[in-house]
């Protein structure tokens, strides 16, 4: 095969839908802190997706897709892209765009981290960590789902990332809160958020760059990448229902709690996206919905400060869509069958690549946030807390 | 009738609001205020030097009592919103010559 133009096209146009992404992660969480900490929030977004660009063609794209080196991590061959090229040769699109593909993934995974560590973290100890988490945590895990690692060869399907993206984020946000302490006063007062049509808005920017996260994941435009493009929507809209009824029979129907759900429903979909038709996305979203509100809920029942529900949205909906890739997948839609086809093996490969990115991604976060924590301190001070980051950090006002 | 105006942490008020609830004190206006005190602020540490934070958000209370209950509001609102640290707001008491209800017209509380 040669270059396919219609590929190619798809691809620019799909990395661009997810750069889109990032910020709107940074507008999501911005929306949810107190005002005091609007741009603060949503700079981190934007930082996160500068450092990760820069890491990325230097160092991370090899390690994540170069020779693989015992199925862990691949090696330093494409160290500062040498030899990822224009020249498409047999394949369908250049390497260099693979290579800008993947790097927005990597770059929105960090911004999803911030929500451990929101309105409370040192800017130039988050630039330290943010280097070494995409170093350390993001690109083995990238490499064992999709760089030819074990994960890969055991058969454990991952579609666009729901292992990679959205397990790996959300407990490393569950192991960074944890390290660094809860926001002072939490607990003793409301931190009701300060602008939640912001949240709305980043949601929808979110949402819009799925159908590149999914659809683009394809890596084609055909057959596969339309239904991944259905499919995503499907299970948005399903999320995004089952939230609004479930916080609706405790309550109001929250409009933050539609949001969040469609969230859910977008990571729980996300490993699942070209493997499932439209009927199981519909339970697939709704399910994800659910569990994801419960996760919040326990969360706030154990008074633990995850501030803004990575955990509970992108870590357990993204556990969720791994085991649930392994019940649904159907042969007809791109031959893998799941549970429900009778293919047990399917659902325990999934299961071990799910748990194992779990535990990697928590267990190396905390290690790395404990270690910066005791050396530079990942928070700021009582009197910057208080102030609020936007003008202790940045020196700047909403 | 005195009008007691505080001027508070934002982060005090929850607690402000549920020890006047307590007495049967519910009537209140409140305001989103900018402001600084003697201390000018508060004055942020850097390796490099130092750096002024001069107006901090606050809430600001409007209540206006009878003339019996105005000791007991200073009182609650004293303990409710301290802190102890630089920065806990302070208390101002005018007097107030007329309250009208706009419904019914009638005069006084």
Request: aromatic letters at 10%; hydrophobic letters at 55%.
């Amino acid at each position: 095969m040669v270059l396919d133009t219609g590929t190619t096209a798809w691809l620019l146009a799909s990395t661009a839908l997810v750069m889109l992404m990032t910020p709107g992660v940074g507008f999501f969480y911005g929306g949810l802190v107190r005002r005091k900490n609007f741009i603060s929030m949503v700079a981190l977004s934007f930082i996160a997706f500068a450092l990760v660009s820069i890491q990325w063609v230097i160092v991370g794209y090899s390690l994540a897709f170069g020779q693989d080196i015992g199925g862990f991590i691949g090696n330093l061959e494409f160290v500062g892209l040498s030899g990822v090229g224009m020249d498409a040769g047999d394949a369908a699109y250049p390497p260099i765009l693979f290579m800008v593909f993947q790097l927005v993934f990597a770059a929105i995974t960090m911004a999803i981290v911030t929500s451990g560590l929101a309105e409370r973290v040192k800017l130039s100890s988050f630039i330290l960590f943010a280097l070494l988490w995409t170093t350390l945590v993001y690109d083995p895990l990238a490499h064992w789902a999709w760089g030819g690692g074990w994960a890969a060869s055991i058969g454990s399907l991952d579609f666009a990332g729901g292992t990679v993206v959205h397990i790996s984020s959300g407990f490393a946000a569950l192991a960074v809160a944890l390290i660094i302490g809860k926001r002072s006063g939490f607990g003793q007062y409301s931190m009701e958020p300060h602008n939640i049509p912001m949240t709305l808005l980043g949601a929808a920017l979110l949402w819009f760059g799925w159908f590149g996260f999914n659809a683009g994941s394809a890596l084609a435009a055909d057959g596969l990448a339309a239904n991944a493009f259905v499919v995503t929507n499907i299970s948005a809209s399903a999320g995004a229902l089952a939230w609004l009824a479930a916080s609706w029979v405790r309550g109001k129907p929250s409009s933050l709690g539609m949001v969040s759900g469609a969230v859910a429903g977008l990571v729980g979909i996300t490993p699942a996206a070209g493997y499932v038709g439209p009927m199981a996305a519909i339970a697939i979203g709704a399910v994800a919905g659910l569990i994801c509100y419960a996760a919040m809920l326990f969360r706030l029942k154990k008074g633990l400060d995850e501030s803004l529900d990575a955990w509970a949205v992108h870590g357990m909906g993204g556990l969720w869509g791994a085991l649930a890739t392994g019940i649904f997948a159907s042969a007809a839609i791109n031959g893998y069958s799941g549970l429900l086809e009778g293919n047990v093996d399917q659902f325990i490969a999934n299961a071990i690549g799910a748990i194992s990115a779990m535990v990697y991604a928590f267990v190396v976060t905390l290690v790395l946030a404990f270690i910066i924590d005791r050396t530079l301190g990942l928070r700021v001070s009582e009197e910057e807390e208080y102030v609020g980051l936007d003008i202790s950090q940045h020196g700047e006002r909403v | 009738m005195k009008l007691i105006k505080a001027i508070i942490r934002p982060e005090r008020f929850d607690f402000v609001k549920k020890a006047l609830e307590d007495k049967a004190i519910y009537g209140m206006t409140i305001m989103e205020v900018m402001g600084r005190g003697d201390q000018k602020g508060i004055a942020l540490q850097y390796r490099g030097g130092s750096m002024m934070v001069d107006l901090i958000p606050k809430i600001q209370i409007e209540i206006v009592v009878k003339e019996k209950d105005a000791e007991m509001v200073i009182q609650i609102v004293k303990e409710a919103a301290k802190t102890g640290k630089i920065g806990d707001g302070r208390i101002f008491v005018l007097p107030v010559e007329r309250s009208i209800r706009v419904r019914t017209g009638e005069e006084d509380l």
